[in-house]
Structures are given as C-alpha cells and as structure tokens.
C-alpha cells in the first residue's frame, strides 16, 4: 500500500502520518515512511529520538550526493543533469529504523522561480517515482501542501491520497486546493480524515465543508496528542485511543484499495 498524506500546515498530517506507519508496522507490515516536507517532523511522530537521528542530514541537503548521482552542483537552476539519477540504494543506505519502521528525510527542494527545476529536484523525484514502483513494501509519504515531490509518472502507483482537516474554514479550503493538485497530477482515489475534533458540530463542518471526497473517519482532539508534542513522543505510544482511531482508519482504506 502507497498513501501519501498532505494538509494545511499545522492541522495534523505529520500525526495522522506517523500514526499510520506505526500501527501497520504493528500489524506486521515492511513499513518507508518518507518524511517529504520541508518542515521535517514526522521523526518524533515516529517515536524516533534524538539520538536515534544524530547526524542524519535530509537528502535534499547531500551536496555531495547529489552531485555524484545528477553530475551537477546542488542549486544549479537551469543546467545540465541526469534526470534518471541512479537511486535504488538510497532508501536503505540513507535511513534510519525504529519501531518497526524505516524512515527517510527528503528535505525541501529550493525555488528560484515557478516552474524552476534543479537538481535536488531530479534527485528527489526520481527516489519517490522508484520507491512508489519498486519497492516492495508499505509506503506512507508525509507531504507538503504543495506536492513538490509528486510528479506524473509516479502518482500513478498512489494507492490512495489523504487530505488531512480539521474544523476551520481554512484547512476546508486548502483540502480542496489540494484535491485539486492531486487529480491534476493524475490522482483518482483521495480520502480525508477529520483531525481535532471535538464535537459532533465539528464533524458536521468537516463532512459538509468537503461533501464529495469521502471522509475515512476522524481523530478526536486530545490532550494527550498536544503532550505527546511537547514531549517529543509518539502520540501513538501515549494513548490507546489514538490507535483504536487510527487502526480504524488504515483498516477502512485497505479494504477500499485491496478488495
């Protein structure tokens, strides 16, 4: 199963994404998570400590990497480099495992301009289009809000994408502005999940603000999520809930994506 998350900043895709990661490694799964956004987070949402993550750099920072696989400086904007770097080594060589899961920090991919495309950009699409293709194995991509990472030729092999919302006007408005990204790219199958909800109003205005994209279920807002913050933990390893919730999710979407 390959799912890619995304949602406005700060409305809970990294938890939902961690989460996830975490109960299917549970349930016996070979489990990547790929930590694809810039605000790199979804190590603590892992359970991961910090020193379990000494000296792991985001590979969009391996100046060194990068030019040894595209044949060109990190931040050459408009130059010549390989678009196939060779990348099939890169999830296990450049990873790090705890709980069952292996985790991989892409970082962000720097701008100059719309449209601008470099090499960490070949890099990095090109690892998710092989890992999305080749591997074998559970697949949970924690996204930005722009999908810089995505691209045609790899959104094809995307199980499912969740668009994570909370009760708000305005991550209702990004959910469809994302919905939007993901069918341009090609996306088909996309689910939300409600996130910090604490009535049944604010269910209502999830399910009626995006009424079209079928909602998975929703995570109750909890104290225990917001510790599990300040704490550096995993809210997975502090609350029974969040894994009675969130195993309720992942088994709904397998049974919409594996019959």
């Not at 090109?126 to 996204?143: G, K, Q, S, T, Y």
Request: proline content about 4%; aromatic content about 6%.
């Amino acid at each position: 199963m390959k799912i890619a998350v995304a949602g406005k900043g700060g409305v809970g895709k990294t938890t939902l994404a961690g989460t996830m990661a975490r109960y299917l490694a549970d349930q016996g799964y070979k489990v990547l998570a790929i930590d694809a956004d810039p605000d790199a987070n979804l190590a603590s949402a892992l359970g991961f400590t910090e020193e379990d993550l000494k000296g792991l750099i985001p590979l969009a920072r391996m100046k060194e990497l990068i030019q040894e696989r595209t044949g060109a400086q990190p931040g050459a904007f408009g130059g010549i480099f390989k678009l196939n770097p060779k990348v099939d080594d890169i999830p296990d060589a450049y990873s790090r495992t705890r709980n069952g899961v292996k985790l991989l920090v892409l970082g962000g991919i720097p701008k100059a301009g719309s449209g601008c495309f470099c090499p960490e950009s070949a890099l990095l699409k090109a690892l998710i289009h092989h890992i999305l293709v080749r591997r074998r194995e559970a697949v949970i991509v924690d996204m930005e809000a722009g999908l810089e990472h995505l691209s045609r030729g790899s959104t094809r092999w995307v199980d499912a994408f969740l668009v994570v919302v909370e009760p708000g006007q305005r991550s209702i408005s990004t959910a469809w502005q994302i919905r939007q990204m993901a069918i341009d790219l090609g996306i088909s199958r996309i689910f939300a999940v409600g996130n910090k909800v604490a009535s049944e109003g604010d269910r209502r205005l999830i399910e009626e603000g995006i009424s079209g994209i079928q909602v998975l279920g929703h995570l109750p807002f909890l104290q225990s999520i917001i510790e599990a913050d300040k704490r550096g933990l995993s809210p997975y390893d502090l609350d029974q809930r969040v894994r009675e919730e969130v195993g309720k999710i992942v088994e709904s979407l397998l049974q919409l994506v594996n019959p």
